[in-house]
């Protein structure tokens, strides 16, 4: 089966930069959607970007789409955030996401947790 594990999380200061990796094992194909969502204490996970297709189609929260940029390594199964201009607003726990169907009606892949089935363990981001 499919797992999921994040890394490249840290304490960072406000302002800087940080890259989130996610590597894949198990099967996965450019066919499956991936994303990042996010937890902070206290709050609902949101979704904050997703990609399908390749690479081709993208997601992204209107609140991060200018900082973070997604983008999937497929010849190393892996599923990357860039994140620039951190805020202490940006402080939680960002999870690896997965899933073969998570395509919303507009054909982009979602940014609905809830669509996703397969999770990695998080990694921790303090800003």
């Known amino acids: 089966h499919v797992q999921l594990v994040e890394s490249g999380g840290g304490s960072v200061q406000a302002g800087g930069s940080l890259r989130l990796s996610c590597t894949a094992s198990?099967?996965?194909?450019?066919?499956?959607?991936m994303g990042w969502s996010r937890q902070a204490p206290g709050k609902e996970r949101e979704g904050i970007a997703a990609?399908?297709?390749?690479?081709?189609?993208?997601s992204y929260a209107d609140s991060e789409k200018d900082r973070f940029t997604i983008s999937r390594d497929t010849a190393k199964n892996s599923l990357l955030l860039q994140m620039s201009s951190l805020k202490p607003e940006d402080t939680a726990m960002y999870y690896c996401?997965?899933?073969?169907?998570?395509?919303?009606?507009?054909?982009?892949?979602?940014?609905?947790?809830?669509?996703?089935?397969?999770w990695g363990q998080g990694t921790q981001v303090t800003v």
């Open positions: 198990g099967y996965t194909s450019s066919s499956f959607c």
């Open positions: 990609i399908w297709s390749a690479g081709i189609r993208v």
């Open positions: 996401a997965a899933d073969p169907r998570a395509v919303a009606d507009s054909g982009l892949p979602t940014l609905r947790s809830e669509w996703y089935r397969i």
